[in-house]
């Protein structure tokens, strides 16, 4: 199963429509257009599960950089696999590191 990250997609664009368009290039397991939580509108973005591996990449290949609307280009990548939630210590390369904030700003 690989998870694709999707951009610059149309403000018009809804769930259905990002699923159609990747079921052109193979099976999709599920497409969710992120929208603005106050407004409800598209932020223009999306995640599309492809549970073949061959066909996510040869999707991700034939899609990335080309044009859909408006001479506006479509991103389409591998998300990142890192958790969401995940706090600093739990990411590639991360972990504690003293800034020095408390000693330039002692608490009172």
């Known amino acids: 199963m690989m998870k694709l990250f999707v951009a610059g997609l149309p403000a ?22 992120i929208v603005d939580r ?6 223009g973005f999306g995640f599309v599960e492809m549970p ?3 066909e996510a990449q040869q999707t991700i290949e034939t899609l990335n950089g080309a044009g859909l609307h408006r001479g ?5 990548q591998e998300a990142d696999a890192t958790p969401r ?3 600093p210590r739990d990411r590639p390369g ?5 800034t ?4 330039r700003f002692p608490p009172r």
């Open 12 to 33: 018009d664009f809804d769930d259905v429509d990002l699923k159609e368009m990747f079921e052109l290039y193979g099976e999709v397991a599920s497409a969710k257009l």
């Open 38 to 43: 106050e407004t409800g509108k598209s932020k």
């Open 52 to 54: 073949d591996n061959a």
């Open 72 to 76: 506006k280009k479509l991103s389409v």
């Open 85 to 87: 939630n995940a706090g």
């Open 94 to 98: 991360g972990g504690s590191r003293d």
């Open 100 to 103: 020095g904030f408390r000693k």
